[in-house]
């Protein structure tokens, strides 16, 4: 399947999605919302195609946006908020994580070029090219333990865990998560701090954490009804799970050393990623009808909601700025948000 139709196969399951959890009542009573420092859209900046994935480099602050169709990534500049660059991907490049310690980009892409299996490929942010490209499993995900400079990569198809090696830019093992025929991982995520590798799965409605040597997991907690991100707090230990919802999405708080959910933070319709600003203790929730749910990490609660532009489906947060940077699939654009007063 070309980049462009798994594209567009990707923006049909998401609207489909919308339709499901659009139907019947909503579980959750209406949010209530505190009061916040103001938090606006301070530019808006067109991009050359659909967005996907975005990611920020603390250290420069550059951003960078995946545009699956031109299997490129954009490379935008902080300061003049406009298109500096291009780093050439392989085809369809889906997700993007940084390593800020060793300046390094990782982006996740669906297929190689002859249109086999997936790949991550490694990226020297000083150079901005591609000194690596390492095959994995099909519709692969990707969580990077930064600390013990390891990445992990599990096969949404067939449930494959790879075990990456960045600075030999090779896979030293590969285990099956543990599953059965009614599992469906969805998202992935590291601690860095204790190396613990946690999964979503969207079918089974949990969050369990996976050994990545043998790729048995162990059920952490159920949430909600469609978990599908998943971000971790460092700080905290804390996972985050976005959880689709019927009607409302919502954020499950899950204490992994307690192997339960803790708190139920209602968001917009149909959320999309979450990433957490943790020096501020604040989340961000990009949702489908076009908001950003800003939250409250330590009062467990949502501040408010910014209008953010039509299909918002990813998000990055500059830990040093505070910055956050969405993308915008239905208008082809990125949102800078200032969380202005929180610094």
Known sequence: MSGKHTLRTT???????????????????????????????????????????VAVDPETHKIYVATPD???????????????????????????????ARHRLYSVNYAEPNGEGGSIELIDLATEQVTATVPVGDRPMLAVDTDANVAYSISNKDF???????????????????HDDRSGLSEMAV???????????????TVSSVDPNTGSSTQVAEVGEQPAALSVDPATHLLYALDLGVSQGAVWVVDPAAHAKVADIPVGYNPTAIVIDSPTHFGYVTNSDGTMSVLDLAARSLVSNVTT????????????????????????TLSVIEPSGRH
């Open 309 to 332: 532009g039509r299909g918002s489906v990813g998000a990055a947060v500059d830990p040093r700025s505070h910055r956050v940077y969405v993308s915008n699939v239905a208008e082809k």
């Open 160 to 178: 494959g865990l790879s075990v990456i090696d960045p600075e030999q830019a090779t896979v030293t093992s590969t285990a099956e998560v543990e």
């Open 11 to 53: 923006f049909v399951i998401i609207g489909v999605l919308a339709v499901v959890t659009g139907c019947g009542s909503s579980r959750h009573a209406a949010a209530p919302i505190t009061a916040a420092p103001a938090i606006f859209v301070a530019a808006t900046v067109s991009l050359p195609s659909m967005p996907g994935a």
């Open 191 to 205: 601690d860095p701090a204790n190396h613990t590798l946690y999964v979503s799965d969207v079918v089974q409605h």
């Open 70 to 100: 031109d299997n490129a990534i954009q490379v935008l500049d902080p300061d003049t908020r406009t298109i500096v660059g291009a780093i050439a991907s392989a085809t369809h490049p889906v997700g993007l994580q940084i390593d800020p």
